[in-house]
């Protein structure tokens, strides 16, 4: 299956600039700014200042940039050798710890669509042991052995990624935490989402609404946080009852820039999330301090990030791929993606160890993953990291309604409830992410 947006394998830049403070230096981090990049305190627009509604991407001066409170960072529009002297100034005695470029990311999908008759089929060719597992209570020893033995398949209650993770037997809601959606946005009017508490903003200048007219963030919404009963076909949504932020910080085109995305996880800590989910990223190997202190800083607020671990492999040809930026980032879940067989999607990213602590921390479903789209399509089957993410974030939501775990403790829950599986920990991490 080819990507229909395929993120180059080299990093692109666009001529802007993070720079990241060290913690609590902000005011001295600014003053330095402005004395050796030259940046007027006027021309830095600030976070802070539009609370919990985000930063206005289309009000940051062309000659400053925008500063990042919750995060301690800024991204600026300067001249390479102004960042050159930012740069100097940059260590761990220095009020800046790094000053980096700024790339461009991408939506991590395979976007083929699987037909209804396929689905038909697909799921027809298992029915019979559906039936039969039918008179066995859900969760007990038959009823696993039935499932293990003809691989997971969607039934006509429950998609097969709702069933291999135990979400469809979870009675958990998500009620009470938020998740925030760091996509393409979110088809508003879809039907199966009328109702539902859903706080949106763009972070794409020029584009007011978070509305989706691309489809990739409606279909991870809608796997993190859909309907537990969609007006058509199976439950394919997780946490049903979690309160839902969607930030647009990719365009309908699919791409978006470390700024956006940055600004859209400093808008999530604002509103307090308790799970950020990002199926985005760029086919870099390495990571950067920003992304790196991001994490880290959204983790000690409470926030968990759980991003994709990437689609450049072809493991059939040999190429086991990389995990991209900036799921490489050690205080990032990285999700890899498995197949109704849990065996590894062909373009699910191994972990290279080209950076220490940028591994594949866990897996999920990921292989003809059925979910909302826009209308008038309203449902589609889709694969990539990109669709198993969303599966860990919306059981992260269940284990943080569960047990109150927040940040670190929350991907201890996580990680320490998977389900093994016979495949290298390079591959899948601790193992399929299991619902409480």
Not at 243 to 265: E, P, W
Request: with cysteine; hydrophobic share 45%.
């Amino acid at each position: 299956m080819n990507s229909e947006f395929t993120p180059p394998s080299e990093a692109e830049t666009t001529g802007r600039f993070i720079v990241t403070f060290r913690e609590e230096a902000s005011t001295e981090a600014i003053a330095t700014l402005e004395n050796r990049a030259g940046i007027r305190s006027a021309d830095l627009l600030r976070s802070g200042d539009f609370a919990e509604s985000g930063i206005d991407m289309d009000h940051v001066p062309a000659e400053g940039g925008a500063v990042l409170g919750n995060l301690g960072m800024a991204v600026v529009n300067v001249p390479p050798d102004a960042a050159g002297m930012l740069a100097m100034e940059a260590g761990e005695d220095s009020a800046i710890l790094s000053v980096e470029p700024e790339g461009v990311v991408y939506a991590l999908s395979e976007l083929r669509a699987f037909s209804l008759d396929y689905m038909r089929g697909f799921r027809d060719c298992a029915q019979s042991l559906y039936t039969s597992a039918a008179t066995t209570p859900p969760g007990g020893e038959e009823y696993a052995d039935l499932i293990e033995a003809a691989g997971f398949v969607d039934s006509p209650s429950h998609t097969w990624g709702l069933i291999a993770t135990r979400s469809a037997i979870s009675r958990l809601t998500g009620q009470g935490i938020k998740v925030a959606v760091l996509d393409t946005g979110l088809f508003l009017a879809h039907p199966d989402f009328i109702g539902r508490s859903v706080v949106s903003r763009s972070f794409i200048p020029g584009v007011v609404s978070a509305n989706d007219g691309h489809g990739h963030g409606t279909h991870c919404t809608g796997t993190a946080c859909g309907a537990f009963k969609p007006a058509v076909g199976p439950r394919y949504g997780i946490a049903h009852k979690a309160n839902i932020f969607i930030g647009k910080v990719l365009s309908d085109q699919g791409s978006g820039v470390d700024g956006g995305i940055l600004a859209g996880i400093d808008w999530a800590i604002a509103n307090k999330c308790h799970v950020i989910s990002m199926s985005l990223g760029a086919n870099v190997p390495t990571t950067t301090t920003f992304y790196e202190t991001a994490g880290q800083r959204a983790l000690n607020a409470g926030s968990l990030i759980v991003a994709a671990a990437g689609n450049n492999a072809n493991r059939s040809a040999g190429n086991f791929g990389f995990v991209g930026r900036p799921s490489n980032s050690r205080t990032f879940m990285a999700v890899g993606a498995l197949d109704g067989n849990l065996r590894m999607a062909n373009f699910s990213a191994r972990d290279t160890a080209r950076v220490a602590g940028s591994a594949v921390d866990i897996a999920a479903p990921g292989v003809a993953v059925y979910s909302s789209w826009p209308m008038p399509t309203r449902y589609r089957a889709i694969s990539g990291t990109s669709m198993a993410t969303p599966h860990v974030a919306g059981i992260a939501a269940l284990w943080a309604q569960a047990t109150g775990a927040r940040g670190a403790a929350l991907w201890l829950r996580l990680i320490a409830n998977s389900r093994a599986l016979s495949l290298p920990i390079v591959d899948v991490g601790r193992g399929l992410v299991q619902a409480p």
